[in-house]
């Protein structure tokens, strides 16, 4: 296997990029990464071109159940998008240069802003199963023990050695999504919380929910923190929000267990309540240079 440090040359991600720019006519402003069981996002898309990860040159592959493994090109209300349907996680295998590898390319599309969607456990005591949490901040558990996308020689053309992520999450559009739930009323189902990412694959154990706890999460999922934290080295502006598919126990005395396909299906019952938060989102979001 290889290591997070491996570096990946500027110039793969420019081939992928350059390998797509030549067969597509869209021309992406908005990326959206969707999260297990939301890959149905992608099909609102208008004008859709679609290729399979296992066609594009230098793109890693998927492995998970109910990931398609597809880039859709399209347009959502009039913005051009590209929606990875299917995404790379750490517990697969890859290095963290692999898991991002996607959002570089987007950058060199000329993509400003990534939307990233994702299937998460609650830790916080209000949250229900099929609740909504845009993400407000997150915790890098993997980042702390040195498992993080950017270690390793920098590269100044993407940004800089030592990024600020105390702005991950653009604070304008994570407003803009609250007021949106709000007037499709799902606010009561709706959340601003603290994502925390685990390596997995395993669940948490008791123990280790109550840890979570302490440190301030309020869901916990596998993905979506080495996406973010590259996206923004590289200057993109992030939206995230995590469907709640589970809550995760914190009692010894409780019966509840998880399990892949709860949290599957629960992104099916939910899919489109995300889906509609999203649409609205990208049609109201302002980009610099026009759709
Ligand atoms: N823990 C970690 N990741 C998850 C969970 C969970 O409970 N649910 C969905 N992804």
């Given at each position: 296997?290889?290591?997070?440090?491996?570096?990946?040359?500027?110039?793969?991600?420019?081939?992928?990029?350059?390998?797509?720019?030549?067969?597509?006519?869209?021309?992406?402003?908005?990326?959206?990464?969707?999260?297990?069981?939301?890959?149905?996002?992608?099909?609102?898309?208008?004008?859709?071109?679609?290729?399979?990860?296992?066609?594009?040159?230098?793109?890693?592959?998927?492995?998970?159940?109910?990931?398609?493994?597809?880039?859709?090109?399209?347009?959502?209300?009039?913005?051009?998008?590209?929606?990875?349907?299917?995404?790379?996680?750490?517990?697969?295998?890859?290095?963290?240069?692999?898991?991002?590898?996607?959002?570089?390319?987007?950058?060199?599309?000329?993509?400003?802003?990534?939307?990233?969607?994702?299937?998460?456990?609650?830790?916080?005591?209000?949250?229900?199963?099929?609740?909504?949490?845009?993400?407000?901040?997150?915790?890098?558990?993997?980042?702390?023990?040195?498992?993080?996308?950017?270690?390793?020689?920098?590269?100044?053309?993407?940004?800089?050695?030592?990024?600020?992520?105390?702005?991950?999450?653009?604070?304008?559009l994570g407003k803009l999504a609250l007021d949106i739930s709000r007037e499709i009323d799902h606010s009561d189902c709706i959340h601003e919380g603290v994502y925390c990412m685990v390596g997995g694959p395993s669940f948490e154990t008791i123990a280790e929910a109550r840890l979570l706890h302490k440190l301030g999460?309020?869901?916990?999922?596998?993905?979506?923190?080495?996406?973010?934290?590259?996206?923004?080295?590289?200057?993109?502006?992030?939206?995230?929000?995590?469907?709640?598919?589970?809550?995760?126990?914190?009692?010894?005395?409780?019966?509840?267990?998880?399990?892949?396909?709860?949290?599957?299906?629960?992104?099916?019952?939910?899919?489109?309540?995300?889906?509609?938060?999203?649409?609205?989102?990208?049609?109201?979001?302002?980009?610099?240079?026009?759709?």
């Amino acid at each position: 296997m290889m290591h997070s440090e491996e570096l990946i040359r500027y110039e793969t991600y420019q081939e992928t990029a350059e390998w797509l720019l030549s067969r597509t006519k869209h021309r992406p402003k908005v990326a959206i990464i969707c999260g297990s069981g939301l890959g149905t996002l992608a099909e609102a898309l208008a004008n859709q071109e679609t290729f399979k990860y296992t066609d594009i040159p230098n793109f890693p592959q998927s492995t998970v159940q109910g990931h398609a493994g597809q880039l859709i090109f399209g347009e959502l209300k009039g913005k051009t998008c590209v929606c990875m349907q299917g995404r790379f996680h750490m517990f697969e295998g890859y290095p963290l240069a692999k898991v991002t590898f996607p959002v570089r390319v987007f950058r060199l599309l000329g993509v400003e802003v990534l939307i990233v969607t994702n299937a998460a456990g609650s830790i916080a005591d209000g949250y229900n199963t099929g609740d909504i949490m845009i993400i407000k901040d997150h915790i890098n558990i993997p980042g702390f023990a040195g498992q993080h996308p950017l270690c390793g020689p920098n590269d100044e053309r993407f940004g800089s050695r030592f990024p600020c992520l105390s702005d991950a999450y653009d604070r304008s559009l994570g407003k803009l999504a609250l007021d949106i739930s709000r007037e499709i009323d799902h606010s009561d189902c709706i959340h601003e919380g603290v994502y925390c990412m685990v390596g997995g694959p395993s669940f948490e154990t008791i123990a280790e929910a109550r840890l979570l706890h302490k440190l301030g999460a309020d869901a916990v999922g596998m993905s979506t923190v080495p996406e973010v934290t590259v996206a923004r080295h590289c200057g993109l502006r992030v939206f995230g929000l995590s469907l709640i598919t589970n809550k995760v126990t914190k009692e010894y005395d409780c019966n509840e267990a998880v399990d892949h396909e709860a949290v599957l299906s629960i992104g099916k019952m939910r899919a489109r309540v995300v889906e509609g938060l999203v649409t609205e989102l990208v049609a109201r979001m302002e980009l610099n240079m026009g759709c």
